[in-house]
C-alpha cells in the first residue's frame, strides 16, 4: 500500500514538472545592442518551438507598437556541450523550430539588428516570447487533418506522445541524478584526499620540529 502510494506521489511530481515546463510564455526588452539569454533544461530527442513577436516603443504615443517589417531577430540555440544548433535571421515577428540531442541545459539567445535599422537605433523593443516544449510543440489539428484521424484516434496519439514525453524527462532526471551522484562523490573523494595530505604535512612538520629541537638541545648541550 505504502509502495502504491510512493509511486502514485512521485508520477504526480513528475506530471507536474513535466506541465511546467513544457510550456513557457514571457515579454522582455532589449536595447539597441542588447542580447536577451534564456536556458531550458531539455531532454533529449526532443521537438521545442519558439514563437515570438516585436513591439518597438513610439515616443509619441508613448505606447509599443507593433514592429516594422524591416526589423528583424537573430536566434542562436547552443545546447549543454556550447554547441551552436541553431542560428539564423528571422524577421520581426517568427517562429523558430529545433530538436534537441543531447539532454541538458540549452541557451537560447535573441538580439535584433538594430544596426540595420536607423528607426531603432536609441529606443527600446519588447518581445512576446512563448517556447513549447515535446508534445505540446504538435499541432495536432493540422496532424489529424494531414493523417485523417478521427477524434479518438487523435486521444490515443496525443496519450502517447504524453507518454513518451513524460518517460524522456523520467529518463532526464535520471541523468541529472547520476550526475549529481558522480559530483558528489568526487567531491568526497577530493576532501578526503585533502584531510590526508593535510594530515600528512601535520605529521611531517612536527617529525621536523621534535628533530630541529633536539638538535637544538643537543647542540646546547642540554641533553
Known amino acids: 500500500m505504502v509502495s502504491v502510494r510512493m509511486r502514485s506521489c512521485v508520477l504526480s511530481v513528475v506530471l507536474l514538472n513535466v506541465f511546467y515546463s513544457v510550456v513557457s510564455s514571457l515579454y522582455f526588452h532589449i536595447g539597441e545592442t542588447e542580447k536577451k539569454c534564456f536556458i531550458e533544461e531539455i531532454p533529449d530527442e526532443t521537438m521545442i518551438i519558439g514563437n515570438y513577436r516585436t513591439q518597438l516603443y513610439d515616443k509619441q504615443r508613448e505606447e509599443y507598437l507593433p514592429a516594422t517589417q524591416g526589423l528583424g531577430m537573430f536566434v542562436e540555440v ?24 543531447t539532454p541538458g ?29 515535446g508534445e505540446h510543440a504538435n499541432n495536432y489539428a493540422e496532424i489529424a487533418a494531414k493523417d485523417k484521424l478521427t477524434e479518438l484516434q487523435l486521444r490515443v496519439r496525443q496519450l502517447v506522445e504524453q507518454v513518451d514525453q513524460i518517460q524522456k524527462e523520467q529518463n532526464y532526471q535520471r541523468y541529472r541524478e547520476e550526475r549529481f551522484r558522480q559530483t558528489s562523490e568526487s567531491t568526497n573523494q577530493r576532501v578526503l584526499w585533502w584531510s590526508i595530505v593535510q594530515t600528512l604535512i601535520l605529521v611531517a612538520i612536527g617529525i621536523w620540529q621534535m628533530r630541529h629541537l633536539k638538535s637544538f638541545f643537543e647542540a646546547k648541550k642540554l641533553v
Open 78 to 101: 547552443k545546447d549543454p556541450d556550447d554547441k551552436v544548433i541553431l542560428s539564423r535571421q528571422y524577421g520581426s515577428e517568427g517562429r523558430f523550430t529545433f530538436t534537441s540531442h
Open 105 to 133: 541545459e540549452h541557451q537560447i539567445c535573441l538580439h535584433s539588428n538594430s544596426s540595420k535599422f536607423a528607426l531603432f537605433a536609441g529606443g527600446m523593443l519588447r518581445v512576446h516570447l512563448d517556447i513549447q516544449v
